[in-house]
């Protein structure tokens, strides 16, 4: 017996060899939606496909009995994605024909599961060789259905591209397939060519409004030149940070940038929550496939907080093949979370592999320059827009007060200047005390040596127990110095107070690690950067 192989045309057409045996074969199809159960209803209505052998009724038992027994080899899941909406149009000859809505569909299932349709059908029927699929895409609104015209319909009331009937009947009402978030989806895409469930990207969200300091000056080089460049650099771009620091105003401006550059390139911005219901309203209305047609249509995809799809398996899977395809056809993906791809929690192992493919890139905590730069940045804006003025030793004060998060800094300054527009007050320091005494009492709140220990030991990925140990390799000892020499600068424990913590140590050695952190910040960059990075993170 000959080798079973396949043949695919442009019309999208399997077909056997001419001496290949019968029951082996090969196979084209695409799947359309509700379209396949409400095209089946209006082909019964009507006589069936159309069958040079047999008739319309045996055609149609024919297709059940194939399906039936594909869907125990492959499984419900692949399925109902692929095979279920499947549209039996015809049976003629050696010919089978259906019908999708998308050249996606039709691709995916020639390339999966052809040759297995054309061997189970030539099983049943072997005068069968060949299986065609066409490409039926429906109109956005529905046409009238009535009278003898209406014999130039298909089962959901169109016309098919070629304008002419796939469905020799008018189909009952129970029969027209119910909207469809394909539908739903098409209808409303927006001027600016983004789809319906994507968020709009805020207006207050651009470059030009984000201050650049050390702790984020990586993120938006990275940002900058995935808006600008004509191809990928990166893909993916991962973007991760605590809350607030700004991952969320470099993909709104990533998005604004990519469109002024180009308007034809279509961007989608979603929250990784919303991602995950669009998903499942996709579900619900048995409509995957058009969902998958949306998200892998985009050129530029950015998907915020994805540590919310932790533990969804279903959503994790969906999320996994949209961002293959995505990479595979060069399309920009840009991520953020709250944590780096391999602390993420809850993820499959294969997709925090691939968000590291690209460049990762952290934002750290905010320093004392940068807040105040944000500050000053925020109180032009409020000058030019309602003509108050903010006085600099109020914004330093900020500065130096509020130093959890962005939206806080900018939240605390907003508070003042609205209750001295509201009651008419000027803005000086004891009002700006009074107002936001809630965020200075929650911002003074006193760091333990204990908290101080665990932040280092973390940081430079030792056990927490080497801390009080009496190890003396360097990689222990330099760390344990660090973590004196931060509780020295940040707790109001003498030395005695904090060498007892540290293994019931003399006060003499930490006064002596405090001094070795001081000359090695002055003479080694890395170590100095590493100091500031742990400070604002405890005062985070």
């Not at 600016?192 to 984000?210: E, K, M, W």
């Not at 969906?318 to 840009?334: G, K, P, S, W």
């Not at 509201?422 to 809630?438: H, K, N």
């Amino acid at each position: 017996m000959n080798k079973n192989r396949t043949q695919l045309g442009v019309s999208g057409v399997m077909t056997k060899k001419e001496n290949e045996m019968p029951g082996q074969s090969s196979e084209p199809i695409a799947p359309t939606g509700h379209a396949e159960s409400a095209a089946n209803l209006g082909a019964a209505q009507s006589g069936g496909a159309k069958a040079t052998t047999g008739g319309p009724k045996d055609c149609h038992e024919t297709w059940q009995r194939v399906r039936h027994k594909l869907r125990r080899e492959i499984g419900d899941g692949a399925y109902r994605s692929w095979l279920k909406p499947l549209a039996l149009k015809e049976a003629a000859g050696p010919k089978v024909t259906f019908g999708v809505t998308t050249r996606f569909m039709r691709e995916s299932i020639l390339t999966r599961y052809g040759s297995r349709i054309v061997d189970c059908w030539s099983q049943e029927d072997p005068h069968v060789s060949q299986i065609e699929i066409d490409v039926d895409a429906p109109p956005e609104n529905k046409m009238p259905n009535k009278g003898p015209g209406a014999s130039a319909l298909n089962a959901r009331g169109f016309a098919n591209a070629a304008g002419t009937p796939i469905a020799a009947s008018v189909p009952s009402p129970q029969a027209r397939a119910p909207r469809t978030f394909a539908g739903e989806a098409a209808r409303a895409r927006d001027a600016a060519g983004q789809l319906d469930f994507g968020a709009p990207l805020d207006d207050r969200y651009t470059f030009d409004d984000f201050v650049v300091g050390k702790s984020n000056e990586l993120a938006h080089a990275a940002a900058r030149r995935v808006a600008a460049s004509p191809h990928v650099p990166f893909n993916p771009l991962f973007l991760y940070s605590s809350v607030g620091l700004g991952k969320t105003h470099l993909m709104h401006a990533i998005g604004h940038e990519i469109r002024r550059r180009d308007p034809s390139r279509k961007v989608l911005y979603l929250s990784a929550e919303k991602f995950m219901f669009q998903f499942v309203r996709a579900l619900r209305y048995k409509d995957t496939m058009a969902f998958k047609q949306q998200f892998r249509t985009v050129d530029v995809l950015m998907i915020d907080d994805v540590q919310f799809i932790s533990g969804k398996n279903s959503t994790q899977e969906e999320f996994f093949h949209t961002f293959n395809a995505l990479i595979d056809h060069n399309r920009q993906v840009i991520i953020s979370a709250d944590r780096s791809p391999t602390d993420l929690e809850g993820i499959e192992e294969r997709i925090r592999s691939r968000l590291g493919w690209g460049l990762v890139a952290d934002i750290h905590p905010t320093d004392y320059e940068l807040r105040l730069g944000i500050l000053q940045a925020k109180a032009e804006r409020i000058f030019a827009r309602d003509g108050i003025q903010v006085e600099a030793k109020i914004l330093e004060f900020l500065a130096h007060k509020v130093m959890s998060n962005v939206r806080e800094l900018e939240g605390s300054l907003n508070r003042v200047v609205a209750f001295a527009s509201l009651v008419g007050r000027p803005i000086t320091q004891e009002m700006t005390q009074e107002v936001l005494q809630d965020l200075l009492r929650a911002s003074e709140r006193k760091i333990s040596i204990e908290e101080i220990q665990r932040k280092v030991a973390e940081y430079y990925n030792i056990r927490l127990a080497d801390m009080h140990s009496a190890r003396r390799a360097r990689a222990v000892a330099r760390p344990r110095q660090i973590a004196m020499y931060l509780a020295k600068q940040l707790t109001s424990r003498s030395l005695p107070e904090i060498g007892r913590k540290f293994g019931g140590r003399d006060h003499t050695t930490v006064m002596y690690a405090v001094r070795k952190i001081e000359e090695l910040r002055a003479g080694d960059t890395v170590m100095d950067e590493d100091i500031d990075l742990l400070k604002r993170m405890l005062q985070a």
